[in-house]
């Protein structure tokens, strides 16, 4: 729980956010986190919110128990990514909320970059971290892949068709180009890389096809995590 509030960044999120992203039963996640609060570890504000207290330390590199992969593998892909071809590069996970969001998991950007001042402020709480998932790019190959949703919508079919989209982002004169993240069936997690808006399709096309290098390589990460200890040697 702590690991996932560090992971969530600055700023208070919601029971129905840790549940989702912790895999937890609602009951559970609320019993841990009242018993972080009375250690101190973790601070409440208003009714079921809560944020990771200054003094507390979590550690960053163990898996996320609803994601099959650590920080730590997420963090050096979406750095590959963002050097390869972009200036930033998120990870977003869906949280089934009315209406459904997408939240921004981690995120990697070029510190001396034009866009380092969107993400150096530690404020995780704009539409470039947090938005319904049909706000751009990151939130709509979510919701391309949920079960049941609008099957017959030309966008969103061509979205699975294509396995990924551009939209435009958050950020004046920059694009948002996604692709989902599956493990198995279940999409987990979209990744997505901020690049600057242009009229030559060269650019989206490279992105596109860097992206889904990164999310094949996290599918891939993900059914090796999911495999069965001893699978598939030779007896």
């Known amino acids: 729980m702590l690991r996932t509030l560090d992971a969530l960044g600055p700023g208070t999120h919601s029971l129905d956010t840790l549940t989702r992203l912790t895999g937890l039963a609602r009951s559970t996640a609320h019993r841990i986190l009242q018993s972080a609060v009375r250690e101190g570890a973790v601070l409440q504000s208003g009714y079921g919110r809560y944020r990771l207290a200054p003094s507390a330390v979590s550690p960053v590199t163990g898996p996320l128990v609803n994601l099959p992969f650590s920080l730590e593998t997420l963090h050096t892909e979406l750095s ?20 459904p969001l997408r939240v921004s998991l981690c995120c ?23 938005a319904p998932l049909y706000t751009d790019a990151a939130g709509l190959v979510l919701l391309a892949r949920l079960p049941g949703v609008a099957p017959g919508d030309p966008v969103l079919r061509r979205i699975r068709d294509l396995n990924h989209a551009r939209t435009p982002s958050a950020l004046p004169g920059w694009d948002l180009v996604a ?3 599956q493990r198995g069936a279940a999409t987990v997690a979209s990744v997505s890389l901020l690049v600057r808006r242009s009229t030559d399709p060269g650019p989206h096309r490279r992105a596109a096809a860097e992206v889904m290098r990164t999310v094949a390589r996290l599918g891939q990460a993900a059914r090796c995590t999911s495999r069965p200890a001893g699978a598939g040697r030779a007896r």
């Open 80 to 99: 590959a990514l963002r050097s390869r071809a972009g200036d930033a590069a998120l990870i977003h996970v869906p949280v089934m909320l009315r209406p």
């Open 108 to 130: 990697c950007y070029d510190p001396g970059g034009e866009l380092a001042p969107s993400f150096a402020d530690g404020d995780r709480s704009g539409p470039l971290f947090r």
């Open 179 to 181: 692709a989902p993240v």
